[in-house]
């Protein structure tokens, strides 16, 4: 079956730095990766959506500038919080699909923790 | 927008107890799906349905979508304690994917 890894599983960093987050698709290639987030007892939320070779379109109200996603090939995404701060501090999960938004392949998360 | 709107929020079993989980749609659904989280973890795809009066079986849990396909419910027979944890469904909108308000479940053993 699809498999889907992210890296790091856990990270935890100081307030200002930067975080970069990868999401590979180990057995499939990916053409559209989705990046979610995930607060404590709730839902995940759509962040922003990669397409392989094009800017990523972001969800309202997601900082473009704050969440970079880069997309450069069809097995990998990655997702940067740039300047992280303690309010960042959640559980991001990727997941990779083929055209539009048929079934995907979520990614074991990770989880930040910005101090 | 389309919304998933799922019932209960949480709720809390004993184990052998059989449970009911609704997901309503606000649109019209074209494929649904259900998911099973531990909070930290990943999803663990459960099933998935796309006509309307599907009615999908995996082990012990059951899952319908109705006529209309805007509603779909998760049964689960004979409730365990590895049954627990977040329960989303999950649809196609438009043009993105989405995620229902999540039901928390826990099985007293």
């Known amino acids: 079956g699809a498999v889907v890894s992210q890296h790091p599983s856990r990270v935890i960093c100081k307030s200002g730095t930067s975080v970069k987050i990868e999401c590979r698709s180990l057995?499939?290639?990916?053409?559209?990766m989705f990046w979610y987030r995930q607060f404590p007892k709730q839902s995940l939320m759509l962040m922003a959506t990669?397409?392989?070779?094009?800017?990523?379109?972001?969800e309202q109200g997601v900082e473009k500038d704050k969440f970079l996603i880069n997309h450069a090939s069809l097995t990998l995404s990655t997702l940067t919080v740039t300047s992280a701060h303690p309010e960042d501090s959640s559980f991001y999960i990727c997941?990779?699909?083929?055209?539009?938004?048929?079934?995907?392949?979520f990614g074991p998360g990770t989880r930040l923790t910005v101090l | 927008s389309q919304e998933l709107e799922q019932s209960p929020q949480s709720l809390i079993v004993q184990e052998g107890k059989n449970l009911t989980i609704n997901c309503t749609s606000s649109?019209?659904?074209?494929?649904l799906y259900w998911y099973k989280q531990k909070y930290g973890e990943g999803l663990i795809f459960l099933m998935m349905l796309q006509k309307g009066g599907e009615e999908k079986s995996h082990e012990k849990i059951t899952a319908k979508l109705d006529e209309k396909k805007q509603q779909s419910s998760l049964h689960i027979t004979a409730s365990q304690p590895s049954h627990a944890g977040i329960y989303l469904c999950?649809?196609?909108?438009?043009?993105?994917?989405?995620f229902g308000t999540g039901t928390r479940l826990k099985v007293l053993a």
């Open positions: 057995d499939f290639q990916a053409t559209t």
């Open positions: 990669s397409n392989e070779g094009s800017k990523a379109t972001y």
């Open positions: 649109k019209t659904l074209y494929g």
């Open positions: 999950g649809a196609r909108g438009t043009y993105k994917y989405i």
């Open positions: 997941s990779a699909g083929g055209q539009g938004a048929d079934e995907q392949f």
